[in-house]
Structures are given as structure tokens and as C-alpha cells.
């Protein structure tokens, strides 16, 4: 497709000048409206997931409370253990597994649930001839999903074309890829989840026709140091985990108080079917989560407006904070945990100190709905944080931060904002001699704060960068990528 005159080319940051190296533009039909219609407001129809086959990413992956280097999971570093916990006090998913393999042959299924898959004529010898250093792009767009080799992004291995739903979201294990091995898990908006591994074209359908919940999956990814188990969210507003190597069993959720804010139900300890877990979270639709760096916790959002920070190996809800307005539709972990980011309806992003337990800033500089926030790993250290933000309004915001800049604003304010930030110092202070000598606080709700007792953050570079509402941002360390939802894949090449 021809480029038009006012189409972005790049931007100039601080750091110099990004220049757009490639924009893939998916070949995929749209679905119908009638259908859209089933999915939620703020479902992605394009979510890529870059991954690698072999074992050279993996050595990359940095340890706890590091972010991995080459992925562009939410689901942070990838340990095996967590120290100080007993086995009793954790799900079995730090326990390793018999690796069971996917049971049918997608390019001969007769299932009415799978169209199609179109493979490249040349995928074979591709195969043979791969490195170990091959990176693999995973997206769905429309009714499609997609496998192409980042090298070469506008020739796609193979194709999957479903039927009866739309692939909502996707997600890699990192834990047992290998030279002959994927592990890709897919959520689609009739409640399925397909168990996929694209190099033999097996797989397995979970939750199927919503025998364990018939409402749309919003998000899945696999959990933390996990070979078998992965986390799904859905539009009813529960979290459900799965074990992929159990069969399914038709379950109901115990029910429990109005009032509660956290349910946990879970079948008895040896059973031997899904669900391993089921946690009811919100009355409205789940939008997404993401794994903190340490592998404990769970940063959820929804559109009922609420930011959630549940510690997933215990199942216990700690802090429940609010947005400015309206429901939260992305959030994402800093490298070292320390704080989470959330944008969504109310047109900002806020930043959250998870240890502190408070509000940090709120960030202006987007004019509609936040779909996409991201920290990047490279430009990230102890005292100083850069991320970017996409939204609706076709806009790529980057943004810097330092806590000590925060309390001491360097533009001139009024004798209240001054007094507020050394109040809000102070207040840091004494949180943080308490959480020395106390854990953090459990079942906590944080009142929302009005707009003059929380510091503001502007954005250091603000582009429109599509003529399509975005959907995602991802840091690479040679570039930028973002997504829209018209199905353009851009690549943003940073600085020599």
C-alpha cells in the first residue's frame, strides 16, 4: 500500500530519532459487525506476541525482579521456585510435569470449530534451515491467527482461520519453547481456549462450548515458572486457572456475599478435571492482568474501574484502587515491581507504588480512551523510569519519571502544590518505615484523590502515529512496537 503525505515516519525524543523500519498490514478479512457486537468495547482484534524457538532468548530472560530482555509477555522473569514458600502454600505448577502433547491434527481436524489453516509452500525446508536465534511474531486479527518469522513479517508460516468465534488473545510459555516445541495458548470470544503448538500442528480445546464459562476470554497467559498452568480472564468478570493437562468438567463457583470482593472456588484437592482455581474479581468484565516481576502477585483491571493487586500463590486480595473515571483497560509492572502502571476511559495513565500502596502521579496527554501502556526495560534504572502509552486517539506517548522529581517539581508552583509534595514526601517516608516493620496491608481499599492532591506527569513525546485507533505498545531493545486495530504491525527502530 502506498504510503500517504501525512503518514508518520518517526519521531524525536530525547535520545535521538525513531524511524518506522516496517509496517505489516495483515491480510486477514474483518470480521462481521454483528459479531463485534458480541465482544467487548475494549477487546484488541490484533494482539502480536513476539517469541523465539531454542533456547538463546531464555538465557537472556534476567532473573526475579529483572524484566525479560526479548519478549513481549507481560508475565515478567521466568524462575522456577520462589524462595521461602512451601510447597503447600503453592499451586503444583512449580512442581515439574510429564509433558503431555496435544492430541489432534489441526490440518486434519474435522472439527467445525477450525476453518483452515493455510501453511507457507516453503515452511518445511524454513524449518530445516532455522538458527536458534529466530524470532517468531504471533498475532490474531479478525477471525485469524497468524505465525510469521520476524525476519520476514509479510510472509506468514501458517495461518488458522476459526469459524464459530473470534481469537480474542494469546500467549506463549517461554518456560518450554524449544527447537521443536510451542506451547501457544489461545482465547477466543465464545469462551474457548485452544492449546496449540504450530511446529506439529497439534492441539486441544479447552473450556469447550463454555462448559466451565461461556463468556468472552479477554485475556490468557501462562503462569509464571509454569509448564502446564495458564490464567484466563473473561467478560463475566472471573479469573479462571487451567491446567492443560486436564480434561474439562462442568463446574459451579460457590457463591458467597454481595459485598464480598474476592472469591476463590476450587474443586476439591485431588481433582483431576478443570478448573484448578476460579476467582470471581468484579461484577463487570475483566480487561486484563499482568505477573509482577517476583512472580507473586497479580496487578487486575476491569471495567468496573478498579486496579486489583492479588497475590496469586496465596489467593488473597490486597489493595483495591480506583480510577479517575470510568473503567481500566491495560496495566503493566515496572522491571524491578516497584510500581504499575493502568490507562483506560478516563484518557489518563496513573502511576501506582504497589510496595507504598498509594497513588503516585496521573499522566495527561492522550484525548481518548488509554489501550496500551508498556515500560521500557532499556531506558529503565534504579531512580529514573521511561514508558509509553497508545490510545484511541491514534497517539504514541512517551513518558520519564523519578519519584524525587515528583515531590520536587522543577516548574514553579503555588505555596499548595509545594506544600502537598512535602506532604505526599513525608507520607512516603513513614509508609516505608512501615512496611519494614509490617507486610503489606491485606483487603485494602484506596479511596480515589481529587485532582489537586496528586501530582501530574506530562509526556516527553506525543505523535500521532496512525490514522487508526492503537492498541498496543512493546519495547525491543533495537525498537518500538505498535499495533492498531485496523491490523498495522509498525516497527519504530531507535536511535544509532
Not at 458467597?256 to 484437592?269: C, W
Not at 534504572?381 to 506517548?397: H, P
Not at 480515589?448 to 496528586?454: A, D, H, I, W
Not at 506525543?462 to 486495530?485: M, N, Q, V, W
Amino acid at each position: 500500500m502506498a504510503a500517504t503525505s501525512n503518514e508518520c515516519k518517526g519521531f524525536l525524543v530525547v535520545e535521538g530519532q525513531y524511524t518506522l523500519r516496517d509496517d505489516i498490514i495483515l491480510d486477514t478479512s474483518a470480521p462481521n459487525l454483528t459479531d463485534l457486537e458480541k465482544l467487548q468495547s475494549h477487546s484488541e482484534p490484533l494482539s502480536p506476541t513476539v517469541e523465539s524457538i531454542g533456547f538463546t532468548f531464555t538465557n537472556q530472560l534476567s532473573p526475579m525482579l529483572k524484566s525479560p530482555l526479548n519478549s513481549l509477555n507481560s508475565n515478567g522473569s521466568i524462575p522456577t521456585s520462589i524462595e521461602g514458600k512451601k510447597e503447600d502454600d503453592m499451586f503444583s505448577f512449580f512442581n515439574p510435569v510429564k509433558r503431555k502433547k496435544a492430541r489432534s491434527n489441526i490440518t486434519k481436524t474435522t472439527s467445525s470449530f477450525v476453518a483452515k489453516i493455510i501453511q507457507n509452500d516453503n515452511l518445511t525446508k524454513i524449518l530445516a534451515n532455522r538458527q536458534n536465534e529466530d524470532t517468531y511474531l504471533f498475532f490474531n486479527s479478525g477471525r485469524t491467527f497468524c505465525w510469521t518469522d520476524l525476519t520476514k513479517p509479510k510472509e506468514p508460516l501458517s495461518r488458522v482461520i476459526f469459524t464459530k468465534a473470534h481469537p480474542i488473545c494469546h500467549d506463549v510459555n517461554q518456560l518450554t519453547r524449544s527447537c521443536d516445541h510451542l506451547d501457544v495458548i489461545i482465547g477466543f470470544s465464545s469462551g474457548d481456549i485452544i492449546w496449540f503448538d504450530p511446529l506439529c500442528n497439534k492441539y486441544d480445546r479447552l473450556n469447550k462450548q463454555g462448559v466451565i464459562n461461556n463468556s468472552s476470554v479477554t485475556m490468557v497467559r501462562w503462569m509464571p515458572g509454569s509448564e502446564n498452568l495458564f490464567m484466563a480472564s473473561y467478560s463475566d468478570g472471573s479469573i479462571i486457572i487451567y491446567d492443560k493437562e486436564k480434561d474439562d468438567q462442568s463446574f459451579t463457583a460457590s457463591t458467597g456475599n454481595e459485598e464480598e470482593r474476592f472469591r476463590v472456588s476450587r474443586p476439591s484437592k485431588n481433582a483431576k478435571h478443570n478448573p484448578v482455581s476460579h476467582w470471581q474479581v468484579s461484577k463487570k468484565s475483566v480487561t486484563a492482568f499482568a505477573f509482577s516481576p517476583d512472580c507473586q502477585h497479580v496487578a487486575i483491571v476491569s471495567v468496573d474501574g478498579c486496579l486489583r493487586i492479588i497475590d496469586f500463590v496465596q489467593e488473597t486480595l490486597y489493595d483495591t484502587y480506583s480510577s479517575y473515571f470510568g473503567g481500566l483497560l491495560c496495566v503493566c509492572w515496572s522491571p524491578d515491581g516497584r510500581y504499575v502502571l493502568t490507562g483506560g476511559q478516563d484518557d489518563l495513565v496513573t502511576i501506582w507504588a504497589f510496595r507504598e500502596q498509594r497513588i503516585v502521579a496521573r499522566c495527561q496527554g492522550h484525548q481518548s480512551w488509554v489501550t496500551g501502556v508498556s515500560f521500557d526495560p532499556w531506558r529503565c534504572d534504579e531512580r529514573n523510569y521511561r514508558f509509553g502509552s497508545v490510545g484511541e486517539d491514534t497517539k504514541l506517548l512517551l513518558w520519564d519519571f523519578s519519584v524525587s522529581a515528583l515531590h520536587k517539581p522543577k516548574s514553579p508552583g503555588s505555596h499548595r502544590r509545594a506544600s502537598l509534595a512535602s506532604q505526599s514526601h513525608a507520607t512516603t517516608v513513614a509508609l516505608r518505615r512501615n512496611i519494614v516493620e509490617h507486610e503489606l496491608t491485606k483487603n485494602t481499599v484506596h479511596p480515589c484523590l481529587p485532582r489537586s492532591e496528586v501530582a501530574i506527569l506530562q509526556p516527553v513525546m506525543a505523535k500521532s502515529i496512525d490514522s487508526d485507533p492503537l492498541c498496543s505498545i512493546t519495547f525491543r531493545e533495537d525498537s518500538i512496537i505498535t499495533t492498531c486495530r485496523k491490523g498495522h504491525i509498525k516497527f519504530w527502530i531507535r536511535p544509532s
